[in-house]
């Protein structure tokens, strides 16, 4: 494997593992507090299959340049992290986290569904593994989108301002990485054009059938992966503060 494409890769992989350990950590938040005991169960789940996606990723990683997940994850300041700036959003309501977790599902599942194929055979078998959780995963906030959308007045009324506030950041899940067009080339990752395509396509329909209008002006676009929110310099503090109180430690 070419340098250049090795060092494409990594920062992919880096990205894909920062979303799924950040937005783990985001939906961790609600344990003990969702609006129902199933939902706080399902939803605890959902974070910990997204946290073993990360270390997934991270290990694909490690294949590649010999890094440590864990020095990854808790031993890099925040402008090091390559994560979406949706997934380090506030919580919010229930409302807000159940469109957020749809909108970022969706766009996991059908990147999955094409990286299967990748002619890196690594990553096509964790795509392949990762896929079969996935699926349920959307399946399952799609339904809460549905039952939102065309809920109550009140209900409605938060999922549209939940629409309206994070429509823009979702575009930043298709902002290439540098290097992201020699990957494509070579087959290892999927076109982040044509998939844009197919989620909004399937998102569009999902969310109008669900009661929403999609914000006439969709606001604030992220550009790239290398600027973030203030929210993620306070979710590596408590992410991070155990391991950092002893660096040297070998469990924490």
Not at 104 to 122: C, G, I, K, M, V
Not at 140 to 168: I, K, P, Y
């Amino acid at each position: 494997m070419r340098n250049e494409i090795k060092q494409a890769l990594i920062a992919r992989l880096t990205a894909l593992a920062d979303d799924e350990v950040i937005l783990s950590h985001r939906n961790s938040e609600w344990t003990g507090h969702a609006p129902i005991l199933e939902e706080d169960i399902a939803l605890a789940n959902i974070a910990q299959d997204e946290l073993g996606h990360a270390s997934v990723w991270y290990s694909l990683r490690k294949e590649l340049d010999g890094s440590d997940p864990d020095g990854l994850v808790f031993f890099r300041d925040a402008d090091e992290f390559r994560n979406c700036e949706l997934v380090e959003l506030p919580r919010g309501d229930w409302a807000f986290t159940m469109l957020r977790q749809f909108l970022f599902d969706l766009n996991e599942t059908l990147w999955l569904q094409q990286a299967r194929d990748s002619s890196y055979q690594p990553l096509a078998d964790a795509a392949n593994k990762i896929l079969r959780e996935e699926r349920f995963h959307l399946q399952h906030t799609q339904a809460w989108v549905e039952r939102l959308g065309l809920g109550t007045e009140e209900s409605n009324r938060r999922m549209q301002n939940a629409l309206d506030f994070m429509w823009g950041y979702t575009q930043q899940l298709f902002v290439p990485i540098p290097g992201e067009d020699l990957l494509v080339a070579e087959g290892i990752v999927p076109d982040l054009g044509g998939l844009k395509t197919r989620w909004l396509e399937y998102s569009i329909q999902h969310l109008q059938n669900s009661g929403l209008k999609l914000p006439i002006n969709p606001g604030y676009q992220p550009a790239s992966r290398t600027h973030h929110t203030e929210h993620l310099w306070s979710i590596l503090a408590e992410m991070q503060s155990t391991a950092r109180w002893d660096a040297a430690a070998r469990v924490w």
